[in-house]
């Protein structure tokens, strides 16, 4: 089980230019999420999806950013006209369908190794 | 929406101490309750979770418990190794079950141990 992959692994981008980060789940692992994290900070909520339809977005900026988990293909962020302050580690986790509380480990909620986007 | 608020922001110890780092949360739905470490440049990764309906869990030299009266929870860690340094998050959530939460996260433990 490879467990959940993010790429690129280390994006940098102008102002002005667009980022785009990709994360693919866990096998078996339907839905997915998405956090940032500034240097030396907690885990800031973005993003919850499942295939094609997004849970909840209300931790994500109103402007230039978005995020899609398409049928086929994996999840992506992307984030129009980046600025300094997008500078960060993005996360990206996976959890399996739901329907089964009372799960606990690494069933639950799972990290991918993060995107560190710099903005120069 | 919930609030997760930990302390202490760092923590030093020395090596065959204990360390306990606090948490509390605001909302008495939340039923789900995950500890995670991560390591410099590393991803996040899950040490120790509790439920609601559990007052204690324990994993060899790590333990959890928690108060849904006094909305808070503790990570113990017993016997430190300098391998242990990290910065340590809570989290909480609500698990309905059909759909599992955003998790809402402390700001962080700095562990430093030394050797």
């Known amino acids: 089980n490879a467990g959940v992959m993010q790429n690129p692994r280390h994006l940098v981008r102008r102002r002005g230019q667009e980022a785009r980060l990709r994360c693919s789940p866990m096998?078996?692992?339907?839905?997915v999420y998405w956090y940032r994290q500034l240097p030396e900070e907690g885990l800031k909520f973005m993003v919850y999806l499942q295939k094609e339809n997004i849970i909840d977005e209300s931790g994500m900026p109103k402007e230039r950013f978005s995020a899609e988990f398409p049928k086929e293909g994996p999840s992506i962020l992307r984030i129009q006209q980046v600025v300094r302050g997008d500078s960060a580690a993005y996360f990206c986790a996976s959890s399996p369908p739901m329907g089964r509380i009372g799960l606990t480990g690494a069933n639950v909620l799972t990290f991918g190794a993060g995107s560190r986007l710099t903005v120069l | 929406g919930e609030n997760v608020e930990q302390h202490p922001s760092t923590l030093s110890v020395q090596e065959g101490d204990s360390a306990v780092i606090k948490c509390t949360y605001s909302?008495?739905?939340?039923?789900?309750f995950p500890w995670y470490k991560q390591e410099l440049g590393k991803r996040p990764q899950l040490i120790i979770d509790?439920?609601?309906?559990?007052g204690e869990k324990k994993d060899q030299r790590i333990a959890v418990t928690l108060n849904k009266t006094a909305k808070h929870f503790s990570l113990h860690i017993t016997e430190t190794q300098p391998e242990d340094s990290a910065v340590y998050f809570c989290a909480a959530t609500v698990d309905r079950g059909s759909t599992l939460g955003r998790l809402y996260f402390g700001r962080g433990t700095q562990l430093t141990v030394w050797p």
């Open positions: 096998k078996g692992h339907s839905h």
């Open positions: 909302d008495s739905a939340s039923n789900y």
């Open positions: 509790i439920r609601s309906n559990v």
